[in-house]
């Protein structure tokens, strides 16, 4: 048998990143209906941020997260540890919220109102200012490094500095009160927390809206995933109009596309250039879109240069695309059985929240009785001794009285009559007394009642156990 020589064949090594490099994005400015809105977004929710911590209430700050006393103010309302329900009925509602919007109109949220978007827009605002529009940066950023362009860096990245630290100040200040950390800046008597978490959440800032942007949105955002999952085929999304746009290319303004087979998307790529997040909406919906609609705005610019209808990028849904719904139809179909679940359910959340909000009572009473043994008089009267822990939620001294009920004869040797400052929590001992025989021997049910003397209709029934020795 011949023997066949096997020449090896030499294999050829490749190397993959496993991360895509990242393509700067230079977005070109956008005016239109969506840019307007994002404005007044980014407008109404900085000045929430940045205006609501020097507010005032009650010679307090309105709204401030006090860790160290462990409550929270926020205008009228105090709120404590055992309050700790409102938190999580607020996380539920905030869940539902983005499962109803996000099912209605897609990702509204970080398109308009999520944190980094608004940042990254402020950022981008400014860097406009310094360095110029798309072109400018772009030819600014592939020049030599001249004197110019250094000046035109550090002037940038300066402002930038100066926002993302106010904003970091902004931050410590719903948790120390602004005011004395403004002394505390002024005076360098900052503590090292304070300045942790100002350099912390600058730093945060100034690194994901000035330099991350996209990428946050596109690698280290997990709504992005997820949002899928709560997409249907009647969820408003921004959407290129295939149909209608293709085939594209580029051509006169006097030519008549459909005659030469085209259809009405000039190609000229004023969707990318504006995108946030540099994708190409003509290719389909995306993960790393996040609804901003510029596309949409840039594209109705071009249309009205064309002289062609508006709308061939626009917010609407999967079904008034491929069905050919009117408005009427496709807004008969956003409000579906899923929404209108959606609603209901995050509607009843949020009476109930408020209800219980607006029948709060401002006074929280614990019992905790004494470990030692009953004590039995002389008269074969049996005592047993408790501590009193109340909490006065209010923003004014209060005075109460206390009674106890469950046993016939019951009294209380100790003052009935407290009083504890505003916001405060106050410890009494009560001792309370019951005739011999009004009891069963062992562990009996009885009840403090804490009263309000200003206002009767505060009063907190608190359970208790008095022991009788057999």
């Known amino acids: 048998m011949k023997h066949i020589p096997i020449i090896p064949v030499p ?49 307090r700050q309105a709204v401030l997260f006090d860790l160290v006393t462990r409550k929270f103010y926020i205008f009228g309302l105090i709120l404590w540890p055992q ?47 310094v360095e110029g529009d798309r072109n400018a940066r772009i030819k600014l950023d592939s020049g030599p490094l001249t004197a110019r362009k250094f000046s035109l860096k550090f002037i940038k990245h300066f402002i930038w500095l100066v926002v993302a630290l106010w904003t970091g100040f902004t931050f410590v200040g719903y948790f120390t009160p602004i005011r004395e950390l403004t002394f505390s800046v002024g005076s360098f008597t900052l503590g090292p927390w304070e300045t942790f978490w100002i350099l912390f959440y600058g ?8 330099w991350m942007r996209e990428q946050v949105c596109k690698y280290m955002c997990p709504y992005a995933r997820f949002q899928s999952a709560m997409f249907d085929k009647d969820t408003l999304i921004v959407t290129y109009d295939t149909e209608r746009g293709e085939p594209r290319g580029s051509r006169n303004k006097k030519v008549d596309f459909k005659a030469e087979g085209l259809g009405a998307c000039v190609d000229c790529g004023i969707c990318v250039q504006v995108c946030p997040t ?4 003509r290719n389909g919906l995306q993960y790393e879109c996040i609804a901003c609609g510029l596309c949409a705005d840039g ?26 719904l009117d408005k009427k139809a496709m807004w008969a179909r956003v409000f579906r059985l899923r929404t209108l679940i959606y609603t209901t359910i995050l509607s009843l959340i949020i009476l109930v929240a408020a209800g219980s909000l607006y029948y709060h009572v401002p006074l929280k009473v614990d ?9 039995i008089t002389e008269t074969g009267d049996i005592e047993n001794v408790y501590r009193l ?82």
């Open 367 to 375: 019992v905790i009785r004494d470990r030692g043994m009953p004590k």
């Open 83 to 129: 309050d700790f329900i409102y938190l999580a009925v607020l996380l539920v509602i905030s869940a539902l919220s983005l499962f109803l919007f996000t099912a209605v109109a897609g990702r509204l949220f970080c398109g308009y109102a999520c944190p980094q978007t608004v940042y990254t827009e402020i950022f981008l605002w400014i860097e406009r200012r």
């Open 203 to 210: 730093f945060a800032t100034y690194g994901n809206a000035g």
């Open 278 to 281: 540099g994708i190409d909406i």
């Open 389 to 470: 822990q109340v909490m006065n939620t209010q923003e004014s001294g209060r005075k109460y009285s206390i009674s106890v009920d469950g046993a016939q004869g019951a009294s209380i040797l100790s003052d009935t009559d407290i009083e504890v400052t505003s916001a405060t929590t106050k410890a009494f001992p009560v001792r309370v007394r019951i005739p011999a025989n009004a009891l069963q021997p062992g562990s009996n049910r009885i009840r403090f009642i804490v009263k309000d003397l200003d206002s009767p209709d505060v009063t907190v029934t608190e359970k208790a156990v008095f022991i009788v020795p057999r």
């Open 299 to 324: 594209c109705d610019q071009v249309m009205d240069k064309m002289g062609y209808e508006r709308g061939l990028i626009r917010y609407t849904t999967e079904h008034a695309i491929t069905r050919k």
């Open 11 to 59: 294999i050829e090594e490749t190397e993959m990143a496993l991360f895509e490099e990242r393509k700067k994005i230079y977005p070109r400015s956008q005016k239109g209906w969506f840019a307007s809105w994002r404005w007044v977004m980014v407008a109404f929710t900085q000045l929430l941020f940045y205006g609501t911590a020097w507010l005032e209430w009650n010679d």
